[in-house]
């Protein structure tokens, strides 16, 4: 029988990638796909691939019932942060099991265990924990931190220079190309395994990198004078603070970069080569690949 894939989060990064990495290859599979979007106009157009809006997003659990009837996968994006970021995942995973799902594949973050010291995991934690009440087929893909993200670390400090300051120490982070976290999710929705029921995987980049060594890479690739500053955790807060965010917030900023401190995110596993066949992209490659993701760095403008 052909299974119904759905995805969420396709108007975002890594859903959209995994949308359009499923739409030609699902048929092979004997399997469609479905989008569920908060806003339609803003979905991947994909031959053979429905859209549905669902604007009230995982908050609405009667609207995300509806929008996943039918479905046999669900590929679940963890949602933008927010204070009940916890309690619209629940209503997600409750809108699945109302909606008859069979099989979830949620997207995690790496480490989110009980006394992670990145205070942001505990929300996929309680989900993790939810998806495992369901009794349903899931599979949790712990994503490292985004090569994405390291040009975003640093700031420009004049026409030639930036510095990433972060309260990390020596720590290293293992980071993951979204183009190889999609690649996995992709596989995983795709082959529907037994073998990868009740998984936790890890999805790292293919070595553990210190911000300095992230800085190096940076300067390298960019041709800016980058550098690594290493904050304290006060400092951190001092220089985070003005941005008018809430202390939840901030404080998922600074124990985000305590936790590469604390070496919780320094795990390397061999999950990117094992489902796509080919070794995860370092950082270097990620920013060769994807010139984008340093523009505003490149130009000296404040993202
Ligand atoms: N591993 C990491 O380093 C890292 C870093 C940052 C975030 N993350 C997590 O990974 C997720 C996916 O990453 P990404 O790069 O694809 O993020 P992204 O580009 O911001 O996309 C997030 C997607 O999730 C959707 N979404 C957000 N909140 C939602 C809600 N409450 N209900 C329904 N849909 C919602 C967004 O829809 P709209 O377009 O309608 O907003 C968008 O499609 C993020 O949402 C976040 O939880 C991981």
Do not use: C, K
């Not at 979830?104 to 505990?122: H, P, R």
């Not at 900023?253 to 320094?266: K, N």
């Amino acid at each position: 029988m052909t299974r119904l894939i759905t995805v969420t989060g396709a108007t975002g990064a890594l859903g959209g990638r995994v949308a359009r990495l499923l739409a030609p290859a699902a048929a092979d599979h004997d399997a469609t796909v479905r989008l569920v979007v908060r806003d339609a106009s803003r979905a991947p157009r994909l031959p053979g691939t429905a859209v549905v809006a669902q604007p009230g997003g995982y908050a609405d659990e009667a609207g995300m019932t509806e929008a996943l009837a039918g479905t046999h996968t669900l590929f679940l994006v963890s949602a933008a942060e927010a204070a009940d970021r916890t309690e619209q995942h629940l209503a997600a995973v409750r809108a699945a099991v109302a909606a008859g799902v069979e099989r979830i594949v949620y997207t995690s973050f790496l480490g989110s265990e009980a006394g992670a010291t990145f205070t942001l995991t505990a929300t996929h934690a309680a989900t993790e924990e939810a998806l495992g009440d369901t009794g349903l087929r899931t599979t949790v893909l712990r994503n490292s931190m985004y090569a994405d993200f390291v040009p975003f670390f640093a700031t420009p400090t004049d026409d030639r220079g930036a510095v990433i300051a972060a309260p990390a120490g020596d720590g290293a982070a293992s980071f993951v190309s979204r183009d190889d976290a999609a690649e996995v999710a992709a596989a995983v929705l795709l082959r529907d395994h037994p073998s990868t029921d009740g998984r936790v995987l890890d999805v790292t980049g293919p070595e553990a990198l210190t911000l300095a060594d992230a800085a190096a890479v940076l300067a390298e690739v960019t041709g800016r004078d980058v550098r690594y500053e290493a904050q304290t955790v006060e400092q951190a807060w001092a220089t985070r603070r003005p941005s008018g965010a809430p202390d939840w917030e901030v404080e998922g900023w600074v124990t985000s970069y305590t936790a590469i401190a604390a070496g919780e995110m320094a795990v390397v596993s061999d999950v990117v080569r094992s489902f796509t066949g080919h070794p995860a992209l370092t950082v270097r490659e990620h920013l060769q690949r994807h010139p984008e993701d340093w523009a505003t760095l490149r130009t000296g403008s404040p993202a």
